[in-house]
């Protein structure tokens, strides 16, 4: 929000820098969260509604960001500025219900039985390590092997 405020070139390099090392954690974050909740099996499904929700945002947000650029000029800001205000009012707010409310994985919820937070925690990243590093070599060696399937020219004659 602090974008609608610059008012030179510099200030605006500078303010989207910092916006984006404050942006830079969320996507992690959020793949992170999702190892708490969700076992190995079912995470590529559920990683693949997360990328979802980034194209219907961008369905949704684009005619009316669209919109919001029309109101150039009223109350004398700019229609960027308002573009700028009236979608980070939610994401600022949003921000603040997520760091109160969210909790920080299945065995802090209160809305769990203990039975459902075992079940919970027995099949997501509470594994060991070792186990993990394990199932990690064999899925990126079953990635090599697509890459090389499609790198190869023969693939495609």
Known sequence: MTMIFIRSTTAFYVVRFLLGIAEAGFFPGVILYLTYWYPSKERAHTIALFYTGSVIAGIVGSPLSGAILGLHGKIGLDGWQWLFLLEGIPAVLMAVVV?????????????????????????????????????????LKHCQAVASGFCALYTFL
């Not at 459902?116 to 064999?138: F, H, N, T």
């Open 99 to 139: 760091f109160l409310f969210l909790p920080n994985g299945p065995q802090k919820v209160k809305w769990l039985s203990q039975g459902e937070k075992k079940w919970i925690q027995s099949g997501s990243m509470m594994r060991s390590p070792r186990k993990r590093v394990k199932q990690d070599i064999v899925f």
